[in-house]
């Protein structure tokens, strides 16, 4: 059974906080979040980033999710309906990660054992608080929290999940990451992946 952090504790990796569980920091227009991921039976979800592919110029951001999905919203979006829409624990701010924010979750809750995806740019995390580098064959590791691991109540499925940010060269496509190995790249905004809701605190 994990613990249950307050408000006014320092927030420990994977332990229920907010309205979720604690995954990591991001900085964001230069100030520094604290990033909640949401329980998964109320905010994670499966659907297509958009049914069109329609440029959306507000959700380029590799580090804003939340402006991201307002945009996404804004354009008609289905998912980013559901994000914005959600009510966890009296938590009303959630929404689609952004693409580092979508890497912090990997690095910190990794599902699995596999030897982790090491091209592109796999890892590379300039948004993070400290940023981070690429990934090794076993770096990150398996999370140590028995409930993210896979098979565990609130892991991660080993699949792609989908990020708010759209690729800014092909706006037909927006990135997501695979949560099997870590592999980050870009899919066609109508295909179906699944998504996990986040909310975000300052510091």
């Not at 520094?32 to 069109?52: K, Q, S």
């Not at 693409?99 to 300039?126: C, F, H, W």
């Not at 565990?152 to 989908?162: L, N, P, R, V």
């Amino acid at each position: 059974m994990n613990a249950i952090a307050t408000e006014t504790d320092q927030p420990v990796l994977a332990v229920p906080f907010g309205g979720g569980f604690f995954v990591g920091r991001m900085r964001v227009d230069g100030e520094v979040y604290g990033l909640i991921v949401a329980p998964r039976a109320e905010g994670e979800t499966e659907m297509a980033w958009n049914d069109n592919y329609k440029t959306v110029s507000g959700a380029l951001s590799w580090h804003d999710g939340l402006a991201n999905t307002q945009a996404m919203a804004e354009a008609g979006s289905n998912l980013a309906k559901w994000a914005l829409g959600l009510d966890i624990a009296g938590y009303t701010d959630w929404y689609i990660p952004a693409q580092d924010e979508l890497e912090v979750m990997y690095r910190a809750l990794k599902p699995t054992t596999r030897e982790n995806y090491q091209y592109a740019r796999s890892g590379i995390n300039l948004s993070a608080f400290e940023p981070t580098y690429p990934y090794t064959a076993n770096r990150p590791s398996q999370t140590l929290s028995g409930d993210f691991k896979e098979g565990g109540a609130e892991a991660f499925e080993d699949e792609w999940y989908w990020s708010s940010t759209q690729h800014s060269d092909y706006s037909y496509c927006a990135w997501g990451q695979s949560f099997s190995d870590g592999n980050q790249d870009n899919s066609l905004k109508v295909d179906c992946f699944r998504a996990r809701a986040v909310r975000r605190f300052k510091l």
